[in-house]
């Protein structure tokens, strides 16, 4: 079982930056993909971004790319999203996630097995 844990989330101005984290523990993880969701009220949960469990692979949806870095320190059970030029749209709960199939790379929520139970960023105009 592995459980997660975020952590940073606040609220900042438009333009301004913000750094989420995860914790992790349990058996297993860090060999998982790990990935960061986020959930806007009243819409969807969605795809923010991705890490291979060597942190060595990322991948990102269209709308952070260049803004946003995911990253992971797996000495300290640690994941990271660097949010940077954060615009009121990206105001959402943050979920960290982690996938168990070491193999698979995926943008999917239905495919990651542990959820942590998210971080409100707010982000004013």
């Known amino acids: 079982q592995v459980q997660l844990t975020e952590s940073g989330g606040g609220l900042v101005q438009a333009g301004g930056s913000l750094r989420v984290s995860c914790v992790a523990s349990?058996?297993?993880?860090?060999?998982?993909?790990m990935g960061w969701f986020r959930q806007a009220s009243g819409k969807g949960r969605e795809f923010v971004a991705a890490v291979n469990w060597d942190g060595g692979r990322t991948y990102y949806a269209d709308f952070v790319k260049g803004r946003f870095t995911i990253s992971r320190d797996n000495a300290k059970n640690m994941m990271y999203l660097q949010m940077n030029s954060l615009k009121p749209d990206d105001t959402a709960v943050y979920y960290c996630?982690?996938?168990?199939?070491?193999?698979?790379?995926?943008?999917?929520?239905?495919?990651?097995?542990?959820w942590g139970q998210g971080t409100q960023v707010t982000v004013s105009s």
């Open positions: 349990g058996l297993g993880w860090r060999s998982y993909t």
């Open positions: 996630a982690a996938d168990r199939n070491i193999i698979r790379f995926s943008m999917l929520d239905s495919e990651y097995d542990y």
